[in-house]
Each structure stands twice: as C-alpha cells, then as structure tokens.
C-alpha cells in the first residue's frame, strides 16, 4: 500500500449538481437538462472521459517536449458511445493530432500516449469496493 493515500469527495448540492473535491481543486458535475439537470457543469461521465483525453494529451506534450519536438496544435478529441446492459460508456474514441511529430517519430509517440495512467487504468480495471459508511444509521 502506498503511504499516502489519495482523498477525493462528491457533496450533493442541489438537484443533480455536486461538489468534487480533488487535492483542494474543486470540480462540479451535474446532468443536461435533457435528463432532469440543470447543465451547470458536464456529467461525472463526462469528466471521466476529460480525464482519459487529458491524460492522453499530458503524455503526447510529455513525449513532444522531452524529444525536442514543437507541441504547437497538439489536441486530443474524445467521441464516445453509451451502452446499455449495464449502462456504461461503450466505445471511446482518441484522435490525436501533432503537427510537431514527424513520421518516423510516430509509432514511438503512438506507444507512449497508449500507455496513459488513465488508459492503463481501463486496460487493466482496478477493484472497486463501494461501502456505506458504518457512522450512519439507517432512517426509519
């Protein structure tokens, strides 16, 4: 186990907004109202899916910077699709452009932004434990 242990919390603020707190950042989330939101910030699935394009994009400027290379226009565009049964995202799609990396630099650009923390995450899924917390009691 690693000595420190991250702590990230979500507080329910009104309807379907919350507050996430990530290392003293704070981050909000809520649903479009479409689906009974009031769109005041993207959806936790969708700051799940900025974190992976992020995270993606975090190692393309790594790699860029550190072989001398321009990061100028580097982007990352995410298109994703839900799926049902259970509901979930379902397929992700990365497109990465660097018009800094030349052509024979491409398959090692490729093979390094692959194997993003976030990317290696779902590669290899983490357990998952959710509990309820044992202070609380039940309300009749």
Known sequence: MPDHQPSINAIH??????????RGHVLFADQPVS???D?????PTEIFLAGLTGCVAFYAQRF???SGLSTLGLRVDCDYELAEHPHRVGEIRL??????LPAERR???????????????LAHPPAIE???DPRERAVA
């Open 95 to 100: 497109a990465v452009t660097a018009p800094g």
């Open 107 to 121: 398959d090692a650009f490729l093979r390094v932004i692959e194997h993003c923390s976030v990317h290696n995450t």
């Open 130 to 132: 959710i509990r309820l």
């Open 13 to 22: 603020l009104n309807g379907d907004q919350l507050r996430m707190q990530v």
């Open 35 to 37: 689906d009974g939101g």
């Open 39 to 43: 769109d005041t910030a993207p959806t």
């Open 64 to 66: 860029l910077r550190r």
